[in-house]
């Protein structure tokens, strides 16, 4: 394991939060209990107050560390186990895993509460994979665009935040590339998998924005595009994520496939991978480079 990769392996066991439990009752346990008023987020470490269209707004959390710069990686995690929690967690140890993460990729790196969790605005079990969602994170994006003075943004997401990374890159036109792993990118491939269930709690699909019926609303130009797959996954089957491919590869954009075999029991888990391909991007590497970075064994 690459001293690199170790630190991001490590990092990310905390900045993966499938489940977390921390301050007080806000963040207590990771799925959003109460939503802070805009008092009490603006006193609140890693809060950002966002109006995200005139119907709405509401407190976001990221967990960030800055190098100089005007770019930054952008981290999206995928679904969690709100069954699960862990008490010694709390913002200051997210902040410190995610100055960690950026020393790691020599870059600033910001990880995005999704809303409904830790913290952030939301009602997570109503809005995850939706369109609703999408646009709120699209919303924090601008938000943290202005307060730190960001140009552009690397994506790096994993599994269903591969969803949303798909529908930010329909509204944005600041993005250098996305390294998506292990990507939700076609629900009605999901569907028929039967991979409906999860902690316990059957998922509610019906409202889910789907990538692959999507691609026609990619922003153009379309920026470079990685998806690193593990063809064992248990979790979100390599056919659809193999069938979005396919398709934006067919309509003439720029896109890498790589397979690579994960260590985790489910062959799911590739974020510190997307990770790195992401701050590799931020760093003008060449598409060969980034392949052969996200290819080292951890």
Not at 94 to 101: E, G, N, P, Q, V
Not at 203 to 226: A, F, G, H, T
Request: aromatic share 8%; charged share 25%.
């Amino acid at each position: 394991m690459s001293k690199i990769s170790k630190i991001l392996f490590f990092s990310l066991i905390i900045l993966n939060l499938k489940n977390v439990m921390a301050e007080k009752m806000f963040f207590n346990p990771i799925l959003t209990k109460n939503n802070l008023e805009r008092s009490e987020c603006e006193e609140k470490k890693g809060a950002l107050w966002v109006n995200v269209d005139e119907k709405k707004s509401g407190c976001y959390f990221y967990y960030a560390s800055f190098k100089e710069g005007k770019a930054a990686v952008i981290f999206i995690p995928g679904d969690v186990n709100p069954q699960i929690t862990y008490p010694n967690l709390n913002p200051d140890v997210l902040i410190k895993s995610a100055f960690r993460t950026s020393q790691a990729i020599n870059a600033s790196f910001i990880y995005i509460a999704r809303p409904g969790l830790m913290g952030s605005t939301g009602d997570f079990l109503k809005t995850y994979h939706t369109e609703t969602e999408i646009v709120e994170i699209n919303a924090v994006l601008d938000e943290l665009k202005v307060r730190f003075g960001i140009t552009k943004f690397a994506l790096a997401a994993q599994s269903a935040g591969g969803l949303i990374a798909t529908g930010i890159l329909s509204r944005r036109s600041d993005i250098k590339c996305a390294v998506i792993a292990s990507g939700l990118l076609s629900i009605v491939d999901f569907t028929k998998s039967g991979k409906l269930t999860a902690a316990g709690v059957k998922r509610e699909m019906k409202k889910s924005y789907d990538p692959i019926l999507n691609i026609d609303k990619l922003k153009q130009p379309v920026p470079p595009l990685y998806f690193l797959a593990d063809p064992q996954d248990s979790v979100v089957p390599i056919k659809g994520q193999r069938q979005y491919y396919d398709a934006i590869r067919s309509k003439g954009i720029d896109a890498t496939w790589v397979e690579i075999n994960s260590a985790d029991p489910e062959h799911h888990v590739l974020e510190a991978r997307a990770i790195i391909g992401a701050g590799d991007c931020l760093a003008d590497k060449s598409s060969g480079d980034i392949v052969n970075a996200v290819r080292k064994k951890r």
